[in-house]
């Protein structure tokens, strides 16, 4: 990876200074509960005792994949594109969710197969048409991981330079519940059965082809093993921009957002190279996807809710942010005993 990042750790000094801060406020102690640790975390993220979101905004990274020809999804992979301009339209789930809490929603071209029209909310980054089957080649070369991660890297820095200190990442690709579990399987050893989830709808009989097709790309790449190499053999252009995307983020000290299977992936990338940039990311839900729980588990991190979502999209996100306005709010305006002149 020719991109290198410096995340830095909270500062230890803050933790005391900002849990009494908590503990003052006119409650029992610990009686909002995960509320409580989203102030803690957030005001640890941002380095200060009276935090603020500015201008939240959601990237949705979408890409093809080759594998999808070999029927691991429900969908064909004309959907990607489609649902793109479903989002660019204000149609789609994210779109609505986007627009109730006046999050700014931005469509990545990752590596979508087919050129997209011009539009204000689309960026086009694309690396590649899709890319290559994973089944009997590497998904895409070092050289092509290496540009999505920069891409995506630089793509929060332009969010960040207009003002944004809270992101979320979305992602669109049909067949990329595939690439999902094989960066699990291989970088968390977690047996391949317990990574293969139904995506978008399988049947139990596309269960196991799709199980059994995931299989057969294992044995055919043989014992590959660092993040970076795991990436590019079987992930996506959506998913490499994810991972450079997670790691600027908290390299800037931004307040991250993951959703569901898929983005905690990418984040599982992320992770493996720097491990600090967990500090940094607020977990929105638990995807009913098969292995999410487990990868949560991995990270040793709960998420805020669990409503057997399973859309992706940046859905989560959009669903779990009044969370993190609340935990602000709380913080900064919620009166303390000493103010309210009430006895604890």
């Not at 044995?219 to 093993?225: L, R």
């Not at 959506?238 to 959703?259: K, N, T």
């Amino acid at each position: 990876m020719s991109i290198t990042f410096t995340i830095a750790p909270h500062s230890p000094n803050l933790v005391g200074a900002l849990q009494t801060k908590i503990d003052q406020k006119t409650k029992p102690l610990g009686s909002l509960g995960q509320l409580e640790d989203l102030a803690l975390q957030i005001g640890l993220c941002q380095n200060s005792l009276t935090p603020e979101i500015n201008k939240p905004s959601i990237l949705i990274f979408a890409g093809d994949h080759g594998i999808a020809e070999s029927g691991v999804s429900a969908y064909p992979q004309s959907v990607t594109a489609q649902m793109v301009a479903n989002f660019l339209q204000g149609g789609a789930a994210i779109s609505v969710f986007a627009r109730q809490h006046q999050i700014e929603l931005l469509i990545v071209d990752a590596g979508v197969k087919t050129d997209l029209a011009n539009h204000p909310k689309l960026i086009k980054a694309k690396i590649g048409h899709g890319t290559q089957s994973f089944l009997t080649q590497p998904a895409m070369t070092a050289e092509e991981c290496d540009k999505a991660i920069i891409t995506g890297a630089r793509l929060v820095s332009d969010r960040h330079q207009q003002g944004c200190n809270c992101i979320g990442f979305g992602e669109m690709g049909i067949g990329n519940t595939s690439s999902a579990a094989l960066l699990m399987h291989k970088l968390t050893h977690t047996p391949l059965a317990d990574c293969v989830g139904r995506g978008t709808g399988l049947d139990d009989a596309q269960l196991l082809a799709k199980l059994a097709i995931l299989q057969q790309a294992i044995a055919h790449h043989g014992d590959i093993q660092t993040p970076l190499a795991v990436l590019a053999t079987f992930g996506g252009f959506e998913i490499a921009m994810m991972v450079g995307a997670y790691l600027q983020a908290a390299e800037l000290g931004m307040l991250i957002m993951v959703d569901g299977f898929i983005a905690s992936s990418a984040l599982l990338v992320a992770y493996r190279l720097y491990p600090q940039v967990l500090d940094y990311c607020i977990f929105s839900h638990v995807s009913h996807e098969l292995g999410h729980k487990t990868l949560l588990a991995y990270f040793n991190r709960n998420a805020l809710l669990n409503l057997d979502l399973r859309l992706g999209e940046g859905s989560g996100i959009a669903l779990a942010f009044p969370l993190l306005q609340s935990a602000v709010l709380f913080l900064n305006d919620m009166a303390s005993f000493e103010e309210a002149g009430v006895d604890h």
